[in-house]
């Protein structure tokens, strides 16, 4: 639905009535049927075995409960999201609409988003004609020399812009850009690591790093890291926030009630428009952050995930530099210092590294640890490397 007055107006568009009346109705239903788990543990056996049992369904009907109201949050505000833009200016959508024609691209309705801080993105439908097929990547360069500003595709965005329409979000081009490196180092016993990691691009500018430890080392830390990794990309992509986004997967991990499976998982989010962090650890070891020769360990402390039903996790908030580093290490990489404070050892190693891409960093680094432990790998090590730099 579309609402429209004059043609500079903001214009707004949301989901139609129907559908929105369907997602509230779904919305209520989740949220009655999660009040139906909602109660106070009352056991009725007096008996110790039957009152754990007892507790353990009590607990997975809260977890239950947990799920389905973000369920609801979620299709709620999807319910009721507006989406306000306005139109292109006449004389420059003529523009924009000629100059890419010349270049086999027809574009249909351009308009501008609102963002944060006075920020704008551009959303178009494009096509291609007579078979020609267009890069997103190259589309937006041809647009930022027309409106003589840098954007680049959301990443959302559809790779390739192809002879059926479709429609594009550009983004104006972020203040900063980060690369990572990474380095890994698997048990002398086994054949593949138990640690995974993982860096997503979301939308408006925000990158996540993650790296998460599996318990133990081998075939099934690894899986075990790797599926915490995949359910945590995926809740992102759903549009969870990074704090619901923990929460819903170590409650998954506590309701399947294994102990040996409690993976760490370490988290940089970072706003490449401000150029500012937020780090969530769930056990593992402390973040670094290298400034010029300056090295500071940031601690936030949590248990490993899927130990406790509930977990509150404290972010860290970092604002960064150009040329800023963040160095994240699993535990094989602080057992093989054998010391109490190993920060002191990282820190010393850090220090020393100067104008080095984070790949080199983390190889660096990895082979200090190795050197550390007498060349004797006796748990999987990985290193993570964040360089953060103005555009």
């Given at each position: 639905m579309i609402r429209r007055r004059e043609e500079k107006e903001l214009q707004t568009a949301q989901v139609s009535d129907l559908c929105r009346r369907r997602l509230l109705n779904y919305a209520d239903s989740f949220c009655e049927l999660?009040?139906?788990?909602?109660?106070?543990?009352?056991?009725?056996?007096?008996?110790?075995?039957?009152?754990?049992?007892?507790?353990?369904?009590?607990?997975n009907a809260q977890i239950i409960s947990t799920h389905l109201n973000e369920m609801a949050k979620i299709m709620t505000q999807a319910a009721s999201e507006v989406l306000a833009f306005w139109p292109m200016e006449g004389k420059k959508r003529k523009l924009l609409v000629q100059a890419l024609a010349e270049e086999g691209i027809q574009v249909e309705g351009p308009g501008?988003?609102?963002?944060?801080?006075?920020?704008?993105?551009?959303?178009?439908t494009m096509q291609t004609h007579r078979g020609l097929k267009v890069s997103a990547e190259e589309a937006a360069d041809m647009i930022s020399v027309i409106l003589d500003k840098r954007m680049?595709?959301?990443?959302?965005?559809?790779?390739?812009?192809?002879?059926?329409?479709?429609?594009?979000?550009?983004?104006e081009e972020t203040g900063y850009i980060v690369l990572t490196g990474?380095?890994?180092?698997?048990?002398?016993?086994?054949?593949?690591?138990?640690?995974?990691?993982?860096?997503?691009?979301?939308?408006?500018?925000?990158?996540?790093?993650m790296l998460s430890d599996g318990t133990g080392s081998g075939e099934k830390a690894g899986r075990d890291s790797g599926r915490v990794l995949d359910l945590m990309e995926k809740m992102l992509e759903a549009g969870y926030g990074t704090g619901e986004a923990v929460n819903m997967v170590n409650t998954a991990l506590f309701a399947a009630g294994e102990d040996m499976n409690h993976p760490t998982l370490d988290i940089c989010d970072i706003d490449l428009y401000q150029g500012s962090c937020q780090l969530r650890k769930v056990g593992g070891?402390?973040?670094?952050?290298?400034?010029d020769q300056e090295?500071?360990?940031l601690f936030t402390g949590n248990l490993p995930l899927g130990i406790f039903q509930q977990i509150e996790i404290q972010p860290v908030n970092v604002n960064l530099q150009d040329g800023d580093y963040l160095i994240m290490v699993s535990d094989g990489v602080v057992d093989a210092f054998r010391e109490e404070e190993y920060e002191r050892t990282l820190v010393h190693a850090i220090s020393g590294i100067q104008d080095c891409s984070p790949g080199e960093i983390a190889d660096r680094l990895l082979r200090t640890a190795i050197r550390a432990c007498g060349g004797r790998i006796q748990d999987d090590m990985t290193v993570g490397v964040v360089g953060i730099w103005e555009s």
């Open positions: 999660a009040r139906s788990y909602e109660r106070e543990f009352a056991p009725e056996q007096a008996g110790r075995e039957t009152m754990l049992v007892e507790r353990r369904l009590w607990e501008y988003l609102p963002r944060e801080n006075g920020r704008t993105a551009l959303v178009l680049k595709p959301s990443a959302s965005c559809p790779y390739m812009v192809e002879a059926s329409p479709q429609s594009f979000i550009l983004e990474f380095s890994r180092a698997v048990k002398e016993t086994e054949t593949v690591s138990g640690d995974n990691y993982s860096v997503v691009e979301a939308e408006r500018g925000r990158m996540t790093v070891a402390a973040t670094f952050l290298k400034r090295v500071e360990p």
